[in-house]
């Protein structure tokens, strides 16, 4: 088949719904598609580093602000091909594939990643408006759906508007467990970050409000045990707003930001340097594809209780759950994976089976392929 796939972010660009579109195209085009790959030409990356067992065309919008942006020139572009893939959120993208449906009768396949709330009052207007007009028919038009979820998708603002016969049991996410997988901690890494002898807890993602960091810090300061160190990977957004607010808590040699790190570069190595990893989102959090690269590393996972990461782990098996928002929680989970080695050691092990057995990316480029010909052939 002749695949088009239409995402607003797309590596080397960091975001969890980047890499899914990536490794979804990249094991469709292992296994005998043709795959495009339609993005935003966001103006400030480099991408020496592009696939070449697929191709990516990055539109440059008429109007871009932040991770949206109109393509209209998707319209002409989308019928070529025999299924498209849209990857939403997609401001400014997503109407045209809805448009190209309804006008050419294409069908497409969605994927709903998680929702968008607007970080200002004239964003959260703006979207208020948007969903019952554009996303209600966005949605109710695809051919199939898919999510990190039935119980996150039940609990998204796009719930309403769904379909669910439409929703198929294609695997939201997955990881790569060659280039995930358990390893020793690198001495240069400990070197850099002064981390001889300490436990290290780690934060991956974009410093955005909704994934936690400051809870996090919150709870590392309320734990007096000064061997219990967090190392955060990732930056960008409010990144100076969490380094001040470090230095106010004078957490400096206990808090330490190590900027974002890329898949095919350090941040496998990051896993391995450290003994457990927290991601203590308060909502958006669709799915958690760092949790997945956690436990492929095998290291436990503690996470909040949100319905996309909490699916991911098992308490007390590969991991602990604690309420969202609760702090005094999250620190008790902390020090009680802190203060057992062996613990660490056998929840890291039951995480990467788990990984093993049921998230390769290859087996949900499987699914992806049966769910596309399913709709072909109604």
Same mark, same amino acid.
Not at 123 to 139: A, G, N, T, W
Not at 150 to 170: C, G, M, N
Not at 179 to 187: E, I, T
Not at 238 to 266: C, D, K, W
């Given at each position: 088949?002749?695949?088009?796939?239409i995402?607003?972010?797309? %590596? %080397?660009?960091?975001?969890?719904?980047?890499?899914?579109?990536?490794?979804?195209?990249?094991?469709?085009?292992?296994?005998?598609?043709?795959?495009?790959?339609?993005?935003?030409?966001?103006?400030?990356?480099g991408y020496?580093?592009?696939?070449?067992?697929?191709?990516?065309e990055?539109?440059?919008?008429?109007?871009?602000?932040?991770?949206?942006?109109m393509?209209?020139?998707?319209v002409?572009?989308?019928?070529k091909?025999?299924m498209?893939?849209?990857?939403?959120p997609?401001?400014?993208?997503?109407?045209?594939?809805?448009?190209?449906?309804?006008?050419?009768?294409?069908?497409?396949?969605?994927?709903?990643?998680?929702?968008v709330?607007?970080?200002?009052?004239?964003?959260?207007?703006?979207?208020?408006?948007?969903e019952?007009?554009?996303l209600?028919?966005?949605?109710?038009?695809?051919?199939?759906?898919c999510?990190?979820?039935?119980?996150?998708?039940?609990?998204?603002?796009?719930?309403?508007?769904?379909?669910?016969?439409?929703?198929?049991?294609?695997?939201?996410?997955g990881?790569?467990?060659?280039?995930?997988?358990?390893?020793?901690?690198?001495?240069?890494?400990? @070197?850099?970050?002064?981390?001889?002898?300490?436990?290290?807890?780690?934060?991956?993602?974009?410093?955005?409000?909704?994934k936690?960091?400051p809870?996090?810090i919150?709870?590392?300061?309320?734990i007096r045990?000064?061997?219990?160190?967090?190392?955060?990977?990732?930056?960008?957004?409010?990144?100076t707003?969490y380094?001040?607010?470090?230095?106010?808590?004078?957490?400096q040699?206990?808090?330490?930001?190590?900027?974002?790190?890329?898949?095919?570069?350090?941040?496998?190595?990051?896993?391995?340097?450290?003994?457990?990893?927290?991601?203590?989102?308060?909502?958006s959090?669709s799915?958690?594809?760092?949790?997945l @690269?956690?436990?492929?590393?095998?290291?436990?996972?503690?996470?909040?209780?949100?319905?996309?990461p909490?699916?991911?782990?098992?308490?007390?098996h590969?991991?602990?759950?604690?309420?969202?928002?609760?702090?005094k929680?999250?620190?008790?989970?902390?020090m009680d994976?802190?203060?057992?080695?062996?613990?660490?050691?056998?929840m890291?092990e039951?995480?990467?089976?788990?990984?093993?057995?049921?998230y390769?990316?290859?087996?949900?480029?499987?699914?992806?392929?049966s769910?596309?010909?399913?709709?072909?052939?109604?």
């Amino acid at each position: 088949m002749k695949i088009a796939h239409i995402i607003a972010t797309f %590596p %080397p660009y960091h975001g969890g719904m980047g890499y899914i579109c990536y490794h979804n195209a990249r094991v469709l085009a292992d296994r005998g598609h043709d795959v495009t790959v339609f993005t935003l030409e966001h103006g400030r990356l480099g991408y020496e580093g592009d696939p070449t067992t697929f191709r990516i065309e990055r539109m440059k919008p008429l109007l871009l602000h932040g991770d949206a942006g109109m393509v209209p020139g998707l319209v002409s572009k989308l019928p070529k091909f025999d299924m498209l893939h849209l990857h939403y959120p997609f401001f400014g993208g997503a109407e045209y594939v809805y448009l190209t449906s309804v006008l050419k009768g294409k069908q497409y396949f969605l994927t709903y990643h998680m929702d968008v709330h607007g970080d200002s009052p004239l964003k959260k207007s703006v979207i208020r408006l948007y969903e019952p007009l554009l996303l209600k028919r966005i949605v109710q038009q695809a051919s199939g759906i898919c999510s990190p979820g039935v119980e996150y998708l039940r609990s998204t603002k796009a719930a309403p508007f769904i379909p669910w016969q439409l929703h198929t049991d294609v695997i939201y996410g997955g990881v790569d467990t060659d280039l995930f997988h358990p390893g020793p901690k690198n001495p240069e890494l400990i @070197e850099k970050h002064q981390l001889q002898g300490k436990v290290v807890v780690l934060f991956v993602g974009n410093l955005i409000p909704f994934k936690g960091l400051p809870l996090l810090i919150e709870a590392v300061r309320n734990i007096r045990n000064e061997s219990i160190v967090l190392l955060v990977v990732g930056g960008g957004y409010h990144e100076t707003a969490y380094r001040e607010m470090v230095v106010r808590e004078r957490l400096q040699n206990r808090i330490i930001f190590a900027g974002p790190q890329s898949p095919r570069g350090l941040l496998p190595e990051y896993y391995n340097l450290a003994d457990f990893l927290v991601l203590p989102s308060t909502h958006s959090e669709s799915f958690g594809l760092v949790v997945l @690269e956690a436990m492929a590393t095998g290291k436990p996972a503690i996470v909040s209780s949100l319905p996309g990461p909490s699916q991911l782990v098992s308490p007390g098996h590969d991991g602990h759950i604690v309420p969202i928002g609760d702090v005094k929680a999250l620190s008790e989970r902390i020090m009680d994976l802190a203060a057992s080695d062996e613990a660490r050691r056998w929840m890291g092990e039951n995480a990467r089976q788990k990984i093993q057995a049921h998230y390769s990316w290859e087996k949900i480029g499987v699914q992806l392929e049966s769910a596309y010909l399913a709709i072909r052939d109604r």
